[in-house]
């Protein structure tokens, strides 16, 4: 019989022991071994045929429209990203008593939802998912939606949508209408829920977010309002948002007045509604009598919101938020971390008027900072981080306006679409009257040195000169390491634009987040990707930009990179760190905090030691 000795034992036992008690195990896809071709131009392609038609009984919506919203998010677990997409309405009827033949009629929509069967390939499960299209329950199609919002606000691990309703602003159908929470059952179904849970805003909303703002661990809601602009009239209304606080059994409260984040200078003193602050004349500026002016000195917000940011600005790990406010200065609040939040748009340099519209945050600049983009109905702001808690607005030192009169931006999104390490940047751009030419998406390429070159026509992002965009999501359709568009059009199909950057041989890595201590999705987790000596930077957002949701897996384009060491710093304030990780993979993380590594070996050897005593000795 073969006799092994003590020692040999001892060895190999250490061995496994320390293995098993090192501080994180990475089942990481290796690297590729392909060689970077720098000189491959990467170009989109428009997947055919479009996923949705213009429906036969809908007339092109061109002017006085909204929508629809685009939401990328994995409702059913399968790995790949499904598709929310909402409706495209008009939202008022106007005659024009200056020219006769222009008349905008209200319409209704239908909102509609795609299961991703693979390889672009999306079915219609709207009717069988439970999302509502007839709410009035008359037979008719009666949706107003203009964004939804994805989140699992009950931690089940299905992701739940939130539905921002817009309704009308004219006509016989005037005044807004109440928002819909649809939970998620886990069997491709969804159930009305608004209700129960107490988040039904009934306000002419625009879109929300999900934040865990209070940090307890659950994601809190933030409804926004926008309220109506007439174009005819020049009049304009504004109308307070919603912060809703999750209560964990289901429920939220509404919060607003106590937590000071109306997003104006009023508020609301009945729980659960919107104040409507008062029509106000949107005075005319440019020569024409259509062209929006700036009425709203406050740096509180206009209470006319189209979008919201939420992200850490002063590095306490509270979620601060930023607001793009149109007609006035988009304000930022910092949260206080005892449930109320303070006003300081002033002290961060930002008390600059515009149209806000769009917004996303992003390392652009690479200095391990997150920067803001923010579209506006007309020149865009780009808002540098200084470091110090201010910012500089540098659009046109960057070179992201064009010699244009007036473009209507919606979406704005940072995302590094060719995988060489640096964030490049979308815009949508539509049209909201006859007065003012049709123009198209903007697509910017970081140029590396803190400038940007205008590219969508070079890089086939323009199928036509006539299409108006709103909604836009950045995702990775096709799981292949490079960020797909996909765009949604008032008066043409939804249009899918396929990114080939994985041509390039250039390195990517995708970070999904999972919460343990912190909310289950990790929204408002810092993630630093280290290549070398150079940080890359982003937050985890519910949902960035307006509209809609991009991927929510962190995407970090990494060029000749093959190895990285990755640091995810909490909203619970806990940090996990990893190192020598493989490159080319959708990796999870989960929120995980180990003894020191130190002690779990030593333990470990102590243990094993005192195992081989005990069976040595009963041995002799």
Sequence with gaps: MVRVSTTTVFSILTLICIVLSSQFSVMAQEAENSDVDDDYVVMFTRVEPELVEVHKDEEPLNWNSYGPGISAGDFDNDGDLDLYVSAKFSHLDWQDNQNPDIFFKTTFGNQMLFENRGDFSFKDITNKSGLMNDINGDGISDSTSVSGVWGDYNSDGFLDLYVSEFGHTNGKYAGGEPNILYHNNGDGTFTDVTEIAGVGNNGHSSSAQWVDYDLDGDLDLYSLNYGYYEDSETEAEGETNILYRNNGDGTFTDVTFEAKLSGSSVFSETIGEPLQSGVVRADAVAGTPSSPGLYSDSEMGSGMSWAALWFDHNGDNYPDVFIASDFGISPLYINQGDGTFSVATREAGMNIKGTGMGLDA?????????DICQSNFGPNYLWQNQGDGTYKEVGDEAGINLPQANPVHWVCEFFD??????????????????????????FWINNGDGTFTESAFELNLIPSHSEKTQGASIADFDNDGDLDIITGNSNAPIRFFENHADLTGRHWLMIELNGTYSNIQGIGAEVIVWAGDQPYVQQKFACSGSFGCSDERLHFGLGNTTMVDIVVNWPSGTTTTMFDVSVDQVLVIPEYVPEPPDLVAFSGILFTSLLLFVWRHKRM
Excluded: M
Excluded at 363 to 370: A, E, I, S
Excluded at 419 to 442: A, C, E, K, R
């Design 362 to 370: 992003g390392d652009y600049d690479r200095d391990g900072d997150l």
């Design 417 to 442: 679409y060719d995988l060489d390490g640096d964030l490049d940047l979308f815009f949508t751009v539509g049209q909201i009257n006859p007065y003012f030419s049709q123009q198209d998406n903007t």
